[in-house]
């Protein structure tokens, strides 16, 4: 009978998967998308450095970039590179407005905390975003993806940070990313202990500085950065 149900469902409802927009199959899917395609989601293949979480470091130690100019946060991590099917994830979570999406993400944010092998953080915060594009998109997307992370660590979910100003990083260059002001992101209070920061992608990098060094200023005593992806530096030196 579940196989009659099952091919009845695929037939006359004939869901597509978020990703390949191929059919959706009754079994095996998750959140709008098939198994092939989650089939195709990749961890970082090799090392990553231990500061700023860059891919395919040489050894265990900070790469030279890290050791030329260390970076705000303490630690830098994620699950996988930003390219194929997680990238499509991504940006199908934020910009198609896929929310159902944040509960896989979140677990494979959960595994790059564990490879990572970090400590429990005192608080988890999200990046911010400004109440304007909250109010178009609906929802927050590194807030779901905080909230849930911090439950299934068993520690608190702060809004540590509000942001002001500003506009979305997404589709700009380096230069541009880099170009935003710090001072468009502010504690909302004070900060105790260590913080996990959580965003959905790590690029240049110029929106963690900016949230790091205000919850630093705000009185954390570290902070940790994780996302879902990073983008990778053609060249990069490691």
């Known amino acids: 009978m579940a196989s009659l149900a099952e ?20 079994r095996g899917s998750r959140a709008g998308v098939c198994p092939v395609c989650w089939s195709q989601v990749a961890p970082h293949a090799g090392r990553l450095c231990p500061s700023c979480g860059e891919a395919e470091v040489a050894d265990a130690a900070p790469c030279l970039g890290c050791r030329a100019a260390p970076p705000a946060w303490r630690a830098a991590t994620s699950y996988g590179p930003y390219v194929g099917v997680l990238r499509d994830l991504v940006v199908s979570f934020k910009n198609g407005r896929r929310d159902e999406l944040a509960v896989p993400l979140a677990e494979l944010l959960l595994a790059a905390w564990q490879r990572a092998g970090w400590p429990r953080p005192n608080c988890v915060a999200p990046v911010p975003m400004t109440a304007w594009r909250r109010c178009r998109r609906g929802f927050n997307q590194s807030e779901l993806l905080a909230r849930r992370l911090a439950g299934v660590l068993g520690t608190e979910f702060v809004h540590a940070l509000c942001r002001s100003g500003g506009q979305a990083q997404f589709g700009r260059t380096r230069a541009q990313r ?8 502010a504690p909302r209070g004070p900060v105790a202990g260590e913080v996990l920061l959580v965003d959905d992608v790590l690029t240049t990098g110029a929106t963690a500085t900016a949230c790091v060094t205000a919850l630093l200023r705000a009185g954390a005593s570290a902070v940790r950065v994780i996302t879902v992806a990073r983008t990778l530096r053609p060249g990069r030196i490691p």
Not at 14 to 26: D, E, F, K, M, S
Not at 178 to 184: K, V
Request: hydrophobic share 50%; net charge positive; with cysteine.
């Open 7 to 26: 091919a009845l469902a695929t037939t006359f409802l004939p869901a597509r998967c978020a990703t390949c927009t191929g059919v959706l199959p009754w």
């Open 178 to 185: 880099l170009s935003l002001s710090a001072s468009n992101f």
